[in-house]
Each structure stands twice: as C-alpha cells, then as structure tokens.
C-alpha cells in the first residue's frame, strides 16, 4: 500500500491551497480516508476525514468551513481544499487509511495506512 501526499508550499494568510493523496495497492473505496498534520513540536492532530462512499465527512473544529475534504474512488485520490488559510495552519500535512466499516475515526492509532506528508507553510 501506498499513500502519496502532495500539493503542500508556502502560502500567504487568507490564501487557498489544495493537498492530494494518491493511493495504490488497496481497494480504495473500502477504506475511509484521513487528514492529519503534525506542527513542530506537536502531537499529530485529526484534520478531517471522509467514508469510503464519500457521503460522510467529519471535520476538527479548527478547520470546520474552511478546509473541504473530498475523494474520486475512480481516481483512488483524496484530497483536502484549504481556504482562508491562517499561520496556525502551518504543519506536515499527512493523509491516512482506515478500514472502518462503519463511522469515522479521529484517531491517529486507529489508522492502517499512512503517507508521508506534505509540508505546509503559511506566513503571516
């Protein structure tokens, strides 16, 4: 299994940016798919995550009407649309896979799969 996150950079505040995840070697649609980040010196923090379906989102509180999570199965790519970014939002970036069948995680432990993260910088 592979998880291949990308789209991260350095940004202004207020400004938008996009991640992807590319998966390969799983069954995409059966796993719901995370996002985490990780700031320096920091526990590694849930962002969002989707259903294998898509039809189900959950979000941190942090980021909640600002960051849209959303997935193609056909594509086997998850991908997480950052708006109105502010200098908190500055992390490591990572996306995750969880055979859960039912709901969705917030946990970081309860994660199969794990990519390796996509820096994201945003100056003030």
């Known amino acids: 299994v592979q998880l291949q996150a990308s789209g991260g950079g350095l940004v202004q505040a207020g400004d938008s940016l996009r991640l992807s995840c590319a998966a390969s070697?799983?069954?995409?649609?059966?796993?719901?798919m995370g996002w985490f980040r990780q700031a320096p010196g920091k526990e590694r923090d849930f962002v969002a995550a989707?259903?294998?379906?898509?039809?189900?989102?959950a979000y941190a509180d942090s980021v909640k009407g600002r960051f849209t999570i959303s997935r193609d199965n056909a594509k086997k790519t998850v991908y997480l649309q950052m708006n109105s970014l502010k200098p908190e939002d500055t992390a490591v970036y990572y996306c995750?896979?969880?055979?859960?069948?039912?709901?969705?995680?917030?946990?970081?432990?309860?994660?199969?799969?794990w990519g390796q993260g996509t820096l994201v910088t945003v100056s003030s």
């Open positions: 995750a896979a969880d055979k859960v069948r039912i709901g969705l995680r917030v946990g970081s432990l309860e994660y199969d799969y």
């Open positions: 070697g799983l069954t995409f649609s059966g796993y719901a």
């Open positions: 989707i259903s294998g379906s898509g039809r189900s989102t």
